[in-house]
Structure formats: structure tokens, C-alpha cells
């Protein structure tokens, strides 16, 4: 069974600095936070992007419902 991965981009604005900062943070909601492989590849993707482009990606966390709570793929290691 396959399981979609809902991607939203949003700048973080890390103030009025002389050199702007580029971030990204992938937030996707899911009823089960456990990273699907989808999910690991459009990290890599973005990730590699974000190199391109010179924009760093922060993490990759995929949100579900209690207990379980919340997944990073930064901190497992999946798509950085």
C-alpha cells in the first residue's frame, strides 16, 4: 500500500541580517509518523536540491497522533 506524502514549504525569516539565511523545514501530517520510504526519498531530493540552491535544510519531521507523536528524520539519519 503505498502513502502519500503531503509536503509544505515555508521560508523562516531569521531576521534583517546583512547576509540572508536560506532554511526549510518539511512538516508532513500523517495518522502514523513512521517515515515511509517516500518520505525518505523527497528528503534526499529536497536535501540535494537545497545544496543546489544554497538553501539548508533543517529537518524533515513527519506529525501524527498520540502517543507517537512526532518523527525526525534528521535525527534517524534518513535522507541528510
Known sequence: MRRKSHVRFGKRDEGNN???LANCAL???SRDPTPSPEDV???REI???GKLLDI???DHMVIGRAPAGFV???ERGLGF
Open 41 to 43: 526519498a523527497v528528503t
Open 47 to 49: 536535501v540535494q536540491s
Open 72 to 74: 525526525s528524520l534528521k
Open 18 to 20: 546583512a547576509r540572508k
Open 56 to 58: 539548508d535544510v533543517l
Open 27 to 29: 512538516v508532513p501530517t
